[in-house]
């Protein structure tokens, strides 16, 4: 199984201000996925940053809110800009492997809470 | 995309099986169905996966149709520490996986 640790766990910020969040992998892996989880949510997908390609951002996620890098198969940042109060929740990355079939890791994720 | 329908929750024993059923009626020809169990402030870990019939691992059974609308997740013998949220996932065949609400499963003494 892929081991992924993000930095930071949690943070507090004030609104108007942003927040990267790092999310580092143990094993090279080209499919990479960031998602939100809200208080007794769901997780939702924002966005797919698979190595040498742009990100690919869902419904209602924009690159200027939440720019994604993929510098290489084992790194990955997705920013938070300009934060308001709505976006406290807690953010994952997560890879997939494909060996016969689609394994799926998720890290710790990062809990944010924007004042 | 595909959606999924599971119950919002469930309650159980110690001892019990359990069983979870998960509804994906547009799933495409080439996505996975997969279960993951989450506990709070941990990110989701997975359970099983399986593309049609039965699977079996060490944790789990997952059932699965002929006409693949649908899944069940069967956990034998839960303890008080399978409280937890279980999520149906369907997709990676398309690479678009996304998540359902996931069925709360408490699990009494």
């Known amino acids: 199984s892929a081991v992924i640790s993000q930095k930071p766990s949690r943070d507090i910020c004030q609104r108007g201000t942003s927040l990267t969040i790092q999310c580092q992998v143990d094993?090279?892996?080209?499919?990479m996925f960031w998602y939100r989880q809200q208080p007794g949510q769901s997780l939702t997908l924002i966005a797919t940053?698979?190595?040498?390609?742009?990100?690919?951002?869902e419904s209602g996620f924009v690159i200027d809110k939440f720019p994604i890098s993929r510098p290489n198969l084992t790194f990955s940042t997705l920013t938070v800009s300009n934060m308001s109060p709505e976006d406290s929740s807690i953010y994952l990355c997560?890879?997939?492997?494909?060996?016969?079939?689609?394994?799926?890791?998720f890290g710790p994720g990062t809990r944010l809470t924007v004042t | 995309l595909a959606k999924t329908t599971q119950p919002i929750s469930m309650d159980s024993y110690e001892g019990q099986e359990v069983n979870i059923t998960c509804s994906h009626n547009?799933?495409?020809?080439?996505?996975?169905i997969t279960w993951y169990q989450q506990f709070p402030s941990q990110g989701p870990r997975f359970i099983i996966q399986?593309?049609?019939t039965k699977v079996t691992n060490e944790v789990a059974s997952l059932f699965i149709p002929a006409d693949r609308k649908s899944s069940t997740l069967s956990l034998p013998r839960v303890s008080l520490s399978d409280t937890a949220v279980y999520y149906c996932?369907?997709?990676?065949?398309?690479?678009?996986?996304?998540f359902g609400r996931g069925t709360s499963l408490i699990v009494h003494p």
């Open positions: 997560s890879v997939v492997w494909v060996r016969g079939q689609y394994e799926q890791y």
């Open positions: 940053a698979n190595q040498g390609s742009e990100a690919t951002y």
């Open positions: 094993s090279q892996v080209t499919m």
């Open positions: 547009n799933i495409a020809t080439n996505d996975y």
């Open positions: 996932l369907v997709g990676l065949g398309s690479y678009i996986p996304t």
């Open positions: 399986g593309y049609k």
